[in-house]
């Protein structure tokens, strides 16, 4: 049986027929192999995705040091937000972690389900809201907590990202060196082991 997005867990229950129809017809799903880049900067975003299976990565180019700013997995929706509402250049990248399997939102498809449909405009914005906020909440995070703290919140918040991720990465997103993630991991051990 061929995956349909209106037969996603949950959509089913939100979708009309006619909806469900549409989506379908409008909204692929596809498979990305890990290294794609969906995104790059100075691209315009025609496209937002949503993770069914896989993990894909935003980072940013700073002189050729490459800063990871988020992991996107299962049942989180992917977008370069600024980018694909507005229609201006990306100044970032997103590019797939693993193989991943993603539900592919174009913005020709969303302003033609936008338009025949104004309750999926409304179900989508109450769904970026709670994105945007939960972005602001890692933000604060991020700029008043140490490193150390930060990884104890993704060992806590996001413990799969531990073993689905290359070591590198993690230290991007923490804002640390893989030297410094290291040290601060063997830290951990030692205080976990003491106990």
């Excluded at 909204?27 to 890990?34: A, L």
């Excluded at 989180?76 to 970032?92: D, E, G, K, M, T």
Aim: proline share 5%; net charge negative; hydrophobic share 40%.
């Amino acid at each position: 049986m061929e995956l349909l997005p209106s037969k996603l867990p949950g959509m089913s229950d939100l979708l009309t027929a006619e909806e469900a129809l549409d989506m379908d017809r409008l909204v692929p799903i596809r498979e990305f192999k890990k290294g794609t880049v969906l995104l790059e900067s100075g691209q315009v975003a025609t496209e937002a995705w949503f993770c069914v299976k896989g993990c894909v990565h935003m980072y940013y180019d700073v002189d050729g040091d490459l800063r990871t700013t988020e992991f996107y997995t299962e049942g989180q929706s992917i977008a370069s937000l600024y980018s694909f509402i507005n229609q201006v250049p990306a100044n970032h990248y997103l590019a797939c972690v693993e193989d991943s399997t993603l539900v592919v939102w174009s913005y020709a498809a969303e302003k033609e389900l936008f338009g025949k449909y104004p309750r999926l405009e409304s179900s989508c914005r109450v769904a970026v809201e709670s994105d945007f906020g939960k972005h602001q909440e890692k933000l604060a995070a991020f700029i008043t907590k140490t490193p150390e703290q930060r990884y104890l919140d993704l060992m806590q918040d996001r413990p799969e990202l531990l073993q689905r991720v290359p070591q590198y990465l993690l230290a991007s997103y923490l804002g640390v060196t893989p030297e410094s993630l290291s040290r601060i991991r063997k830290r951990i051990f030692a205080k976990e082991s003491a106990q």
